[in-house]
């Protein structure tokens, strides 16, 4: 799509060993390295075989090669601590935009030579919103959604009789259940385990109780109808956590694994249940193919009775540094963005039941490859799945966000739950004043929606 750029050198050496030798150093010293960094270590087999192509046939051709990194512990961490230490990547997944473009960290692909045309395949209305652009200017593109539920050990709920008059398993549906079925499917004495939970990982506040929420509740903690930050919705998903910890039904260990680790401990081992995501099916069924006969369920609810859709994964993908700009040409920076957001390699990730592209078109007439066990129950979920809406900015003048302290009071029971709640929704309505006060050419009216309705309607 993009022309081809060559960087020639000329070196004018006197003797003919001395010519060999020359060309032989500026060949090899005068390739560049553009480093690409993602959290996706579930697709990191497929993504390095991709790469790997690309540097043997245009990598070579261009005098550029491509290092790809997974940096899945709180990638936006250190992708920050690159920054302030002058190592950061040249092209990285999970972007801040308006954090990151407002330190001119990151360059607007509508300001790159060719960008303006890359942007020509994206609806406009897709592109709306702080996670893709700042200031007028378009930073990230989506590239792909994912679904999210829970996997569950059929083998573990037909040993413990969580099953139906038909003896097939039947996973729970209230997040009472959830609770109840990790107590009943735990049994040290065989190193049985209700759940596993992936405390360390970086994305797990997030995930594994934020986006619950909005299934059981039909929003998130930011109420967009009132205008205000309300974590009661929390309440009942803490309960459970908290309840699974004081039955001892969590896998032991669960504040030092990270996501890769609990994802192999659920493939290798007697656990009952995990949360997971759409990308977790090449998990399973390839990088740490379960031995356990495994299947897929929606998210749990508070209300069995009460659905309201649940989140749908969307957002920015990559976004090319600053710096970039400055090793390689526009073109040839495009061309690799290409390749990681790209519909070509978005088919092959769906083929292999990795990613599912934001424009489902793409993938008419692709067949995933036989074999992938809980891809279609995945991919069904999406049918029930909205993306989230935006919450405000937030100043917390040094206090813990949400994440630290659940963490730090709530897992530790310093507090109680209802004390949380409270501290919670103070800290955050007051740190969201705050942050209107130092941002006044922003307006809450921005965030308003007061006839948003998640509910799904039987």
Known sequence: ?????????????IA????????????????????????DSHSKTVMNDIVKKWNESRGKEAGVQIEYEIKENDIQQTVDMAFESGQAPDMFSSVQVEKHATANHIAALDDMEGGAEFLKRYDPESLVGGAYQYGGKIYTVPCSVNTFGLVYNKDMFRKYGIVDE???????????????YAKRMTNPADKDYGIILPMKWGAFYTVDI??????????????????????????????????????????????????????????????????????????????FAAKCDWGVAPYPRENENEKYYYHLGTGGSYS?????????????????????????????????????????????GITPKEGLKGWKEFAD??????????????????????????????????????????????????????????????????????????????
């Open 1 to 13: 799509m993009y022309k081809k750029v060559i960087k020639a050198v000329s070196v004018i050496c």
């Open 16 to 39: 003919g060993f001395a010519v060999s030798l020359c060309s032989c150093e500026v060949k090899k010293n005068n390739v560049t390295t553009i480093k690409v960094w993602s959290p």
């Open 166 to 180: 038909n003896g097939e398993p039947t996973p729970p549906k209230t997040f009472e259940e959830v609770r109840e």
């Open 210 to 287: 934020g986006q619950l929420a909005q299934g059981s509740a039909g929003r998130i903690a930011f109420n967009c109808k009132n205008g205000k930050y309300d974590f009661s919705i929390y309440k009942p998903i803490y309960e459970m956590y908290l309840g699974m910890k004081n039955d001892g039904s969590i896998f032991p260990g669960e504040e030092t694994l990270d996501n890769d680790t609990a994802r192999a401990y659920f493939a290798e081992r007697n656990i009952g249940m995990k949360f997971a995501g759409s990308f977790d099916v090449g998990v399973y069924n390839t990088q």
């Open 320 to 364: 090319i540094s600053t710096s970039a700009r400055e090793k390689t040409s526009d073109d040839i920076l495009l061309e690799i963005y290409e390749l990681f957001v790209g519909p070509e390699t978005a088919k092959t990730l769906y083929k292999e039941g990795m990613a599912i592209y934001y424009d489902v078109s793409v993938l008419d």
């Open 381 to 458: 979920i999406v049918k029930e799945s909205k993306g989230p809406y935006k919450d405000t900015g937030v100043t917390l003048n040094g206090v813990q966000d949400a994440k630290d302290y659940f963490y730090q009071e709530v897992w530790t029971q310093n507090v109680t739950v209802d004390e949380a709640i409270k501290t919670l929704n103070e800290r955050y309505n007051a740190g969201m004043e705050e942050w209107f006060k130092n941002t006044p050419q922003v307006s809450i009216d921005k965030y308003l929606n007061p006839n948003l309705d998640l509910s799904i309607k039987e």
